[in-house]
């Protein structure tokens, strides 16, 4: 789960790292009594969870009520890379005279967490990463004892932070290792982490992402995804509700399969036979006949979808549910939309042989003719 | 021979009076596995399928003899098992519990660096040996005798490929699951290294995908340490770069590193041929034998 930037704040100013003041506004009426409490001038930011929002016109810096009008105005109800814009922040400007980066993510390769401090902030930190991974300062954290305080002093006098801010950096640093395991955090940025001419540090901006495995051991931030969700994909809303791992593609052949690792596959082969995928979607682990009837559902419900494979390769799914599952979602419509290739393997597969209605499906053998099929069919109806 | 589990292995179950634990137990009795054992806290004195159950694995280990745990426990109480398992303490440990925590795991795999004992998993398949034991939820009737080592990111994938492999008269010594998620026990490097030094095991199939640096590690390995060869296959060649494809690990960030090419090099380099379809990986296997 990500939090928006309103939330991830909120979260980082009651732990006691200190933010711009600011307030949430949905109309250009709001805004403008948003404004008057934080003053001008003030920046009008879109709330949504995209990358890159400045460079795409859903950040504004406004100096008076006019300006802030036709900002608020022009973000509230865009489109942002896809995302509807239906909230914005308004927030204090912050006279900075530098930036920095904080960080807190898991290196997987160490299998322990990791902090950073740069004193490349305010930019695409990813870049910098790659381009420059000296100017990133790191120290990994035993899990079992979490960040020390010389440690977090460590990372920021090696990045070259400024002597008279550095112990306030730690600060901020140590206070956003605690936040991150507290909840969860899978990772957790301040970019850029402002230095004002007062040698004031401010959070101008929050990013907080928390692993949704462990969500069920906080109701607090359960709470704040509700509130937060406003929407994206509609497909991809709708596998959620489902409890689908799903990712539309642009391709037109639908693919259904247990297994991450055997979904993979399928798409990469339809692929490598000439078609192009149009999602991914796996039904997970011991599947029953209900769970099958929705995933056909939702690959029909995509538009660009011109033809569908199963590939079921039984170990804890069985294929007589599957069978049936499919079965039911085929006979629920008068006209079959597109055409269906079936392949079953693993558990239970002849018995899902013996009960697949095979006037409605097309059945396969083996995963690479199961592929070309759907590839073929797909080129059919295109 | 085999690595990691054989006829010998005696097995206690963590979380055996549970659904999946009560099916699976039976299921792994049923291919011959030596269950021994289940543990289940305020359950001691009970038994499900035949088999005692009691209220720590490390009363079970002792009482039974087991020297090797199979976890089929909630996400939310996994972590501390694994450490249970880890603590009584039995030489492996099989986690097949999926979705638990980043953070729990980062844990138990501090503790892992303590002990001598392997983890398998979480969010994995499990391993079998075939016609001596299987640790886990794989259907055993796929699998055959013979002297091929399998290791495996993806469940399901580890069964397309064993079938291909069963269909041509290949057996195998071991198949081992190891999971998708960013943090496991034992990685493609650890089975790499068993197999290496099984003299029964006359090449390798190591099954990848997309995300994190694991494959080219294993890359590394290889070309420095191995003599057995090894077949390889890379799952999520078609994925877009900053979308999760299923398994936590399998994510590709926008900079080059952990995506499919970058891994089939590495692996290519190491000497590794790497098929663009699961039969590729059997018929590159069938010239090695």
Redesign the interface.
Known sequence: MKLHEYQAKGVFADAGVPTPKSALASTVDEAVDAADEVGYPCAVKAQVQVGGRGKAGGIELVDDEDELREAAERIIGMDLKGLHVDRVLVEEAVDFVDELYVGVTMDRGEGKPVVMVSTEGGVDIEQVAEENPEAIAREHVDPAFGLHPYQARRAVFSAGVDRDVATDVARVLTTLYSLWDDKDGTDAEINPLMITSDREVIAADAVMNVDDDALFRHPDLQEMEEEGDVGGDELEQKADEYGFDYVRLSGNVGIIGNGAGLVMTTLDLVDYYGGSPANFLDIGGGAKAERVTNALDMVFSDENVDSVVFNIFGGITRGDEVAKGINEALESFDEIPKPVVVRLAGTNAEEGMEILNTDLVTVEATLESAVQRAVEYAEEEA | MSILVDDDTRVVVQGITGGEGKFHTGQMMEYGTNVVAGAVPGRGGQEVEGVPVYDTVSEAAREEDANASVIFVP??FAGDAMFEALDSPVDLAVAIT??????????V???LGETDTYLVGPNC?GLITPGAAKLG???GN?FSEGDVGLV?????????VV?SLTKRGIGQTTAVGIG?D??IGTDFVDALELFENDPDTKAVVM?G??G???EE?AADYIAEYMDTPVAG?I??????PG????????IV???GTGTAESKIEALNDAGVPVG????EVADAVEEFI
């Open positions: 996400p939310a999926e979705g638990v925590p980043q953070q729990d795991m980062a844990k795999y501090r503790r398949p939820i794989l259907p796929i495996s990111r993806s469940g399901t994938l580890t069964y397309q079938d998708g960013p943090i099954c995908e997309i994190g640096e694991d590690e296959f799952a999520g060649r078609t994925a877009p979308k999760r494809m299923g398994h936590a690990g399998a960030s926008g900079s663009d379809t699961p039969e």
